[in-house]
C-alpha cells in the first residue's frame, strides 16, 4: 500500500504517482509508524473499556474504536461494536491476558467475542478450539 503525503488518499503498490495530486507516493508503512492489529471486536462498550484497562496495567498500550453495525436488511438498533487495538507484537500476550484473566473468549481467526459454549464463531464460520 502506498500513501499520497498530500491527499493522504491510498493506492496500491502498483501506482508510484497520485494522479490527483500529480506528487510522489510514499510507502503506507512509516520507519516509526505503529503496527497496529485489531485484537477484538466486542459488543459491549463499557467491557471495551475494562479490557483497555487491564491490558494497560499491564504495560500492554491499546486504542478504542467505535464502529456502528448497521443490521441488513430489517432497520433495527444499529449495533455498536468497538474494536481494540494493539500493537502487532503485543496482540497474542494481550489475547491471552483477555482470555485468562477477564473471562473473555476471543475466535482465533477474527478476534470477535464468541460466546462460551459456541463451537463455531458466528461472524467468520471458524471451528473454535476447546478452551
Ligand atoms: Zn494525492
Ligand atoms: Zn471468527
Redesign the pocket.
Known amino acids: 500500500m502506498r500513501i499520497?503525503?498530500?491527499?493522504?488518499?491510498e493506492f496500491p503498490d502498483t501506482h508510484s504517482r497520485?494522479?490527483?495530486?500529480d506528487?510522489e507516493l510514499a510507502s503506507s508503512v512509516a520507519e516509526d509508524a505503529p503496527d497496529l492489529v485489531v485484537l477484538c471486536t466486542v459488543l459491549d462498550e463499557a467491557k471495551a473499556y475494562i479490557m483497555r484497562g487491564f491490558l494497560e496495567s499491564e504495560g500492554i498500550p491499546c486504542q478504542l474504536e467505535n464502529i456502528s453495525f448497521h443490521a441488513e436488511p430489517a432497520p433495527v438498533a444499529d449495533l455498536m461494536k468497538v474494536r481494540l487495538w494493539t500493537l502487532r507484537e503485543d496482540a497474542a500476550q494481550a489475547r491471552e491476558l483477555l482470555e485468562e484473566c477477564e473471562n473473555v473468549r476471543l475466535c482465533s481467526a477474527c478476534g470477535e467475542e464468541v460466546a462460551a459454549r459456541d463451537e463455531v464463531c458466528l461472524h467468520c464460520g471458524e471451528r473454535l478450539a476447546e478452551s
Open positions: 499520497c503525503p498530500k491527499c493522504d488518499e497520485c494522479p490527483v495530486c506528487v
